[in-house]
């Protein structure tokens, strides 16, 4: 089994009383639907690493959210909005799909990282780029400073 991070450990505590539950509801399916998952703190909350960046979990005043970083392929149609992620706002454990849903969700994840596949948010930011090179305009056009 994967180690915990006590950094997650210190983030669920210090996080309001209502999401500490879902924390940790959200931490046992990832590391039961992935048992060589990493634990990790990236921008400030965290995160679950498997080739790649798999998923991620942030705690706000009123609400959690939870994010895939492959969300469009791993939720298709299923993705919620109105919060961070693709799961809405999360207040209690009764807003979290099933767990076995929870635990497809994440093994889709994991065998997107098999695959290689890229999310498609990456490939329409990369398409951008290349269109933004072929115009001749520079890495940074948009904060520069106009003439």
């Known amino acids: 089994m994967a180690e915990h991070d006590p950094r997650i450990d210190g983030y669920t505590e210090k996080s309001a009383d209502f999401a500490k539950p879902i924390f940790r509801r959200l ?52 993705a919620k909005e109105g919060a961070m992620g693709q799961l809405g706002r999360i207040t209690s454990l009764d807003d979290l799909p099933p767990e076995e849903v929870l635990a497809g969700y994440m093994k889709k994840a994991v065998a997107l990282e098999d695959a290689g596949a890229k999310p498609a948010w990456q490939k329409a930011r990369a398409g951008k780029a290349v269109e933004w090179i072929a115009e001749g305009k520079r890495r940074n056009w948009k904060h520069e400073a106009r003439r």
């Open 27 to 78: 931490r046992e399916v990832v590391h039961e639907a992935c048992p060589k998952v990493r634990e990790t703190m990236k921008w400030s909350f965290p995160h679950f690493e498997y080739e790649g960046i798999l998923c991620s979990m942030a705690s706000f005043k009123e609400h959690c959210a939870s994010t895939f970083w492959s969300g469009a392929e791993v939720l298709g149609s299923e």
